[in-house]
């Protein structure tokens, strides 16, 4: 008998590897606990049980993720998008259902009497198939920058509906095991006491949460910030759960009512970590519920759930998204990237297997196949434009056109400029160009702001700056330079690979968050790095410098020497605990002192003598007593100094080491 220690162990040591072999194939972290689960179960290794004491710390793990669905629940982002969600979302998951519960009967009328399947058991598994894998489909959209894509607005309207469907669905399929005579009755008290509940929860709860936080704020800690926010958590999921109904549904009304507070950020970073564990053992139970040996004996009817969902499902998108007004291209790849199962469906699997709705039999070999179909998942999506090519013979033309008239808007254009991205930045960039009568072109990936600005008179056009088709379109051979709009280091990266490769002389200017990536993108070719928050700060002490009487003109000179040294004067900063959530593997650039006492190694030596540069590391400034001294090779360092390195976090701690040893 495994004890609750031993059992805690070996879940987070599975996981641990899990993830980080997964992780290192850059598949999503969910697969690797899946995999984990399947390894360690009762029905592989046999290292771990499905015990109560698992299941209770994996029913958590499906209270938080409900909890940042409610989080992320967005009255106007559902009202920007309701064509989509209610439309097209609510088309897919109803038919969906409809589909898998009409294929249910058929099924039905060919089975001998003694094997019964209800119209219950096709709607319960109906309801698990519908639902698509919101983490591992966002994740590859924002990776392949197409989440402002016409295919990944549609994407995202769809999903957002499967996440707001998943809450009736909780309070039906429990409903659906009562007694068929008296399913009506039970139904209708289900939703008689979930309405009740949510209205005092939402009517109460909303005028109540808000002080309530502002409360807890005030006293200024965050431990109990952190300890409010459990308790009001679990507090919500333990009413729903006292009304009869799912812990999970207490956990999404909590997350709207926090939602409407000024706390909301706050909120989503600290309840992240518990949300991400115990989410990765509930899909570690998924795991061990999986009988590979009736899968390998059953492999046939595991391909054919496997294929079966995924292409109805394709194919029932694919038509949705084109009746909704899509085109073919962008209705295939919405459909190919929803294609699979989501994390939703196995929770409402665990629920239809809780309820006795379902032949475990049949269980294990749906549950088999949703895992298949998350496994390929990120395949398929990866390889969704070559697919869609394949099959859709317009698509050609279509994108042909895009370029096409990306082209006849710059084939006049000599010695411009090519704006990637059209946001606000490159909209006040494209302001000031025009202004000087300097032609440019921009590319942007949002559809409606394409169409606006274009309306309004701007040199903008539909195309991904990423593609080396859209770059020669937009005359890069011709474009005297290439500024790029919006600060993702990976994209800036892959625009940058492919000027070198089409036009390595063109000058490219790139906008990052701060200086972090600087020496990298400068390695890749672009000829200015632009740091918000170092540009920030030389604004923000230019206007400080002339208001306390400096010269303009010395103050002018000060700005332009930083930008000329690449900001080598600012770059780095001293770090506090507040930052280290963001530098977690301490590769930032940061600045650190160290005092020398008298018995440190360096006392007495030069600079040049600790050799730093071999750690990554140097000598900023000295303080000595109240004077700063100026840094040379051959400064020579004295007991008491205060030297200020540096670095990385690595390089200036091995640093530090060489100057105290």
Do not use: C
């Not at 000031?432 to 903008?460: C, F, H, S």
Request: hydrophobic share 55%; charged share 15%.
């Amino acid at each position: 008998m495994v004890s609750g220690l031993e059992l805690t162990l070996l879940l987070l040591g599975s996981a641990v590897l899990g993830v980080v072999a997964f992780r290192m194939l850059h598949l999503p972290p969910m697969l690797g606990y899946l995999a984990v689960g399947i390894l360690i179960g009762p029905h592989a290794m046999g290292m771990a049980e499905n015990s109560a004491t698992t299941h209770a710390l994996a029913e958590f793990g499906v209270v938080f993720l409900m909890f940042s669905i409610g989080l992320e629940f967005s009255l106007s982002q559902l009202k920007a998008m309701r064509s989509i969600v209610f439309g097209l979302g609510m088309a897919q998951v109803v038919l969906t259902i409809a589909a898998t519960m009409l294929f249910g009967w058929v099924i039905a009328t060919q089975l001998p009497p003694s094997i019964h399947i209800g119209w219950q058991t096709s709607f319960a598994l109906g309801g698990a198939l519908a639902m698509s894998s919101t983490a591992i489909v966002s994740k590859m959209l924002t990776e392949r920058m197409e989440l402002e894509s016409p295919h990944g607005r549609r994407i995202i309207g769809i999903l957002l509906f499967q996440d707001l469907a998943v809450v009736p669905l909780l309070i039906l399929i429990p409903s659906l095991a009562q007694d068929p005579a008296r399913l009506a009755t039970t139904l209708a008290w289900a939703s008689f006491k979930a309405v009740i509940v949510l209205v005092l929860l939402l009517f109460f709860g909303q005028k109540l949460m808000r002080k309530w936080f502002t409360l807890v704020v005030k006293r200024r800690s965050q431990e109990l910030f952190m300890l409010n926010l459990l308790l009001v958590v679990m507090g919500a999921a333990w009413i729903t759960e006292k009304a009869g109904l799912s812990l999970a549904l207490g956990a999404f009304v909590a997350g709207m009512l926090v939602s409407e507070t000024q706390y909301k950020h706050q909120v989503e970073e600290d309840i992240k970590p518990f949300r991400d564990v115990l989410l990765g053992l509930f899909f570690i139970t998924v795991g061990m519920l999986l009988n590979i040996r009736l899968v390998i004996e059953h492999w046939w009817v595991v391909l054919i759930l496997l294929a079966g969902p995924v292409l109805l499902k394709f194919a029932l998108i694919a038509l949705l998204a084109k009746l909704f007004g899509a085109s073919d291209g962008v209705s295939m790849r919405t459909g190919l990237a929803l294609a699979q199962a989501g994390e939703f469906g196995f929770v409402l699997l665990n629920l239809t297997a809780g309820a006795h709705l379902m032949d475990p039999f049949i269980i294990q070999l749906v549950l088999a196949s949703m895992v298949l179909s998350m496994l390929v998942a990120p395949f398929i999506i990866a390889k969704s434009d070559q697919i869609v090519m394949k099959i859709a013979t317009n698509e050609w033309m279509m994108q042909s056109l895009q370029l096409t008239q990306i082209a006849s808007r710059t084939m006049a254009l000599q010695k411009h400029v090519i704006v990637a991205g059209f946001g606000r930045s490159g909209q006040s960039l494209a302001t000031l160009l025009g202004e000087e009568k300097v032609a440019y072109q921009a590319l942007d990936l949002d559809p409606e702001r394409v169409q606006e600005a274009q309306t309004a008179g701007a040199n903008v056009a539909y195309g991904d700056a990423g593609r080396r088709e859209s770059l020669v379109a937009a005359g890069i051979y011709r474009a005297s330079a290439l500024v790029i709009t919006y600060a993702d280091t990976p994209s800036a990266l892959k625009v940058l690979n492919l000027v070198q490769e089409l036009a390595p002389t063109l000058h490219v200017i790139v906008r990052s968050h701060d200086d972090t990536d600087l020496d990298l993108l400068k390695r890749a070719g672009a000829a200015e790095v632009v740091p918000e928050a170092l540009e920030g700060s030389l604004m923000l002490a230019s206007h400080a410098l002339v208001m306390m009487g400096v010269p303009l003109r010395r103050v002018v000179h000060r700005v332009q020497s930083a930008r000329d040294e690449r900001y080598a004067s600012l770059r780095g900063y001293f770090h506090g605990a507040s930052d280290a959530s963001d530098d977690p593997e301490h590769m930032y650039v940061r600045l650190h002192s160290v005092i020398l006492r008298d018995d440190a190694g360096s006392v007495g030596k030069r600079i040049e003598q600790l050799q730093l540069d071999d750690v990554g590391a140097e000598v900023t400034t000295i303080r000595r007593g109240k004077e700063r001294i100026d840094v040379t090779p051959n400064t020579m360092l004295n007991a008491g100094d205060v030297v200020v390195l540096r670095g990385s976090g690595d390089a200036v701690t091995r640093a530090e080491g060489r100057l105290l040893q």
